[in-house]
T-cell receptor, first 118, second 111 residues
Framework: NAGVMQNPRHLVRRRGQEARLRCSPVKGHSHVYWYRQLPEEGLKFMVYLQKENIIDESGMPKERFSAEFPKEGPSILRIQQVVRGDSAAYFC????????????????FGAGSRLTVL | AQRVTQPEKLLSVFKGAPVELKCNYSYSGSPELFWYVQYSRQRLQLLLRHISRESIKGFTADLNKGETSFHLKKPFAQEEDSAMYYCALSSFTGGGNKLTFGTGTQLKVEL
């Protein structure tokens, strides 16, 4: 079990370019979450997806950010026309389902993708 | 809206000393609380959850609804406990198992 795989681990972009971050969940997990960690801040929830559906995107900036989790392939977090303020670590997590008999399901985290915008 | 507060950015203790990492939360519903840990150069991983009422690596945490706290404790700190600790609250408003994290506390155990 390879766990949650994120790539690239490090991404450098110039202002105005696009950034694409990929996340392959744990095999068998159908729920994916994206979090952002800005310097000196905690992890901020961005979006929660199931296969082909966005369940909760309340943490996503209204513009330039989008996420998808297609039927086949990894989840993608896309940031268009990046700005310096987008520089952060982006973490993906997955879970089997959102809730089981034992309460809220545990999230398994990836190692993160660090985006640097020049 | 839910919120998790970890007042200490850094906590430094000597090996063998007791450890208490503070966590307070605000949430209108019935909370489910977790502690996640991130060791140096490793990914974030679950340490323990209040619903399990278990002790992991000597750490325990009790949910105190009256004080809205979920402090993490260990009677005797070990050097390998040095890491970043995050308190998190699970909420189901709007659907899904959304975790709200605190800003984290860096625990440094000195010899």
């Amino acid at each position: 079990n390879a766990g949650v795989m994120q790539n690239p681990r490090h991404l450098v972009r110039r202002r105005g370019q696009e950034a694409r971050l990929r996340c392959s969940p744990v095999k068998g997990h159908s729920h994916v979450y994206w979090y952002r960690q800005l310097p000196e801040e905690g992890l901020k929830f961005m979006v929660y997806l199931q296969k082909e559906n966005i369940i909760d995107e309340s943490g996503m900036p209204k513009e330039r950010f989008s996420a998808e989790f297609p039927k086949e392939g990894p989840s993608i977090l896309r940031i268009q026309q990046v700005v310096r303020g987008d520089s952060a670590a982006y973490f993906c997590a997955s879970s089997l389902r959102d809730r089981g008999l034992g309460g809220a399901n545990v999230l398994t985290f990836g190692a993160g993708s660090r985006l640097t915008v020049l | 809206a839910q919120r998790v507060t970890q007042p200490e950015k850094l906590l430094s203790v000597f090996k063998g000393a007791p450890v208490e990492l503070k966590c307070n939360y605000s949430y209108s519903g019935s909370p489910e609380l977790f502690w996640y840990v991130q060791y140096s150069r490793q990914r974030l991983q679950l340490l323990l959850r209040h619903i399990s009422r278990e002790s992991i690596k000597g750490f325990t945490a009790d949910l105190n609804k009256g004080e809205t706290s979920f402090h993490l404790k260990k009677p005797f700190a070990q050097e390998e406990d040095s890491a970043m600790y995050y308190c998190a609250l699970s909420s189901f408003t709007g659907g899904g198992n959304k975790l709200t994290f605190g800003t984290g506390t860096q625990l440094k155990v000195e010899l």
